[in-house]
């Protein structure tokens, strides 16, 4: 799962993308050869941890990409492609044996090994969830924030966390698999369809790829347990980032079927300086629908912080 290129050298792989156009295979095929994974080893109190990670791009600034459901790198890849020839890029594969802690302090040693002092950090859905912790954890090392479809954890999710932590694991696959995929349809394939994008086909072989791996119910126990973590422990606040000096940026849509408008009502709050960009038709997914909008709005929020 971290790594799916060896997906790409299966029958399998061919079966998957049958339906997709073949241009659009190529381009994963080709990203897929000039983009591989970087190891690195992390050593705790706890022990080793292996992390993988997407480096590439050139530039004086960082650009930290972090994933959502699907927890690897790979799958920011448009994001990867719109900005390595002007910034680093750092796109990393969660260690799924870590705590919500023991990820942001993996992110900072792989910040470190490869020499950067600091990054502009985007998290979409999940992956919001974890920059915003980054950030707090590691602020020096955090440039600013782009958070894409996200929301702050209350203590009202820890309840119905806990209770999925108990669930999930006893699940079998072959029960966990169908509900897996009706999540995924109603958060970014429903919308795709209903929009008649291009790229419908290409996205839900995608996530068959990824379902096929095996690893999807490990990743969804994995988050679910970091996301129990955040839910214990004191909300995010304003105050958290007083004195910090960086910008926060905010992609949101208003007919999201996973963020509620409570909800984005509430990491507004927690940002009340940030800048806000409101769609009103792109779900969950404005990165897809509305790819290019999006890449402006945050290449401009980067070029101002130049």
Not at 49 to 60: L, R
């Amino acid at each position: 799962m971290s790594s799916q290129t060896s997906t790409q050298k299966s029958a399998g792989f061919d079966e998957i993308y049958a339906r997709v156009p073949r241009e659009q295979v190529a381009r994963l095929k080709v990203f897929r050869s000039t983009h591989p994974y970087k190891q690195l080893t992390v050593g705790d109190t706890k022990g080793d941890t292996k992390w993988e990670y997407i480096s590439c791009g050139q530039g004086e600034q960082a650009l930290l990409l972090l994933p959502g459901a699907l927890s690897v790198g790979e799958s920011l890849f448009p994001f990867i492609e719109a900005f390595e020839n002007e910034y680093r890029i750092i796109a990393p594969s969660y260690a799924l044996s870590l705590t919500m802690t023991g990820l942001c302090l993996g992110l900072a040693h792989i910040l470190d090994s490869e020499g950067l002092n600091q990054a502009h950090v985007f998290g979409g859905s999940y992956g919001g969830l974890v920059a915003q912790y980054f950030a707090r954890q590691f602020p020096h090392q955090t440039r600013s924030l782009i958070l894409s479809h996200t929301f702050v954890l209350t203590p009202r999710f820890a309840k119905p966390l806990w209770i999925a932590g108990k669930i999930f694991p006893a699940f079998p696959q072959k029960l966990f698999v169908p509900i897996l995929r009706m999540r995924l349809n109603k958060m970014l394939l429903s919308t795709l369809r209903a929009a008649n994008h291009p790229e419908t086909e290409f996205w839900r072989a995608y996530l068959n790829e990824a379902i096929a791996s095996d690893l999807l119910k490990k990743v969804f126990i994995h988050q679910n347990n970091c996301l129990l973590e955040l839910a214990r422990q004191p909300q995010f606040t304003p105050d958290d980032l007083k004195g910090w000096p960086g910008k926060v940026l905010i992609i949101e849509s208003e007919d999201d079927p996973a963020i509620t408008a409570r909800d984005r009502a509430l990491l507004r709050s927690t940002y009340p300086n940030a800048q806000v960009h409101a769609f009103r038709d792109a779900g969950h997914a404005s990165s897809i629908l509305k790819r290019e909008e999006v890449l402006s709005i945050i290449g401009s929020f980067l070029q101002k912080d130049r």
